[in-house]
């Protein structure tokens, strides 16, 4: 039997000071961290971003097959996400987090193992929060702050006709990883059985720890570009672009040759008798920035091998569409991701 230390034995503030104490703080912006009845921050001129998400046990995330440090890089992470899905550069995190009495101290400890990890890798300072007991669940909520040169920030409307639709990194991995530890969690439920995750580490890791594209916020700062609109992909690539379209009054056409699929997710979807395309237009929490830019970027789009160009942007008149493979021409659906999963 492993430890267990009942929350009741520290105490709110004795709990608070327990999963805070070895807080460190390392961007010049962070003025005033945990300790205080607010935080301060300074970002010297620069414009602020923020954004913040709500996740909720059994509807957000599934602890039967979410190890708590994994949910805490995770809870981090896909708020970073949104952050850098406006050009910005996150700085800060808020996170409260609210929980019952089946967590123990060590369970906690584990969570903020995977926040404190996340705000290292991404250079963030956790500054604040709040902590209560719930009746039932365990409840997460993150607030990411980050900072941006003025009128520097990318909004999802400023897409034009003719400009080229971009995306980073792979598409449908997230829902594929889901997929199998979904089915593997009902095997365990009915039969006892370990799960099979054997050769699947790929989509598991796209789904239990999805990292937020830093390194392409970067990329545009050096190469001199400016995205005309962009999101983060949560939704799935056709529901997002939808998204873009809509609040860019734009139409497009998108080709299905052209979506960045990564070879294990691909085999995997052909095992479960799922068309890959679907996966990737459909499937969410990939967190792949979405994103789209003038032709004139169109060489330094191409120098980036994390870079796919998978389609324009068009006069609002003529719809929205894919184009597949064998040439025809469909209507962009925004089915979710809830329907592959039945
Ligand atoms: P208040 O009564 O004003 O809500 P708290 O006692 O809840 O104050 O919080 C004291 C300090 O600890 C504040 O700086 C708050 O932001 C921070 N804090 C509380 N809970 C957390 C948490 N789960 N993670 C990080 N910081 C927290
Ligand atoms: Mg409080």
Known sequence: MEDRTEIESLGEFELIDHLTNNNETSNASTILSIGDDAAVIDHFGRQTVISTDLLLE???????????????YKSVVVNLSDIYAMNAVPTQVVLSIGFSNRFSVEALDEFYAGV?????????????????????????????IGEVAP??????SGANANDLIC?????????????????????????????????????????????ARRDIIEYFAEAGIKPTSMMDISDGLSSDLLHL????????????????????????????QLDPTACALSGGEDYELLFTVAQAD??????????????????????KNIVTRAGNRYALVAQGWNHLTK
């Open 58 to 72: 059994g509807i957000h995330f599934d602890l039967g097959y979410t190890p708590l440090k994994h949910l805490g």
């Open 245 to 272: 379209c809509k609040q860019s009054n734009t139409g497009c056409v998108l080709y299905e040759e052209k979506l960045p699929l990564n070879e294990e997710a691909r085999e995997f979807a052909y095992k479960l």
């Open 298 to 319: 169109f060489e330094k789009i191409k120098t980036n091998p994390s870079l796919s160009i998978i389609g324009y942007m068009t006069e609002p008149g003529e719809g």
């Open 167 to 211: 995306v980073s990194g792979e598409l449908g991995g997230a829902f594929l990883g889901l997929t199998l530890l979904e089915r593997e969690n009902k095997i365990f439920q009915e039969t006892g059985a370990q799960p099979d995750l054997e050769g699947q580490a790929y989509i598991v890791g796209r789904l239990l720890k999805p990292e």
């Open 116 to 144: 404190y990890a996340a705000c290292q890798e991404y250079n963030v300072d956790l500054v604040g929060g709040d902590t209560s007991t719930s009746l039932r669940g365990f409840v997460i909520s993150v607030t990411a």
């Open 151 to 156: 009128d520097t920030y990318v909004k999802r």
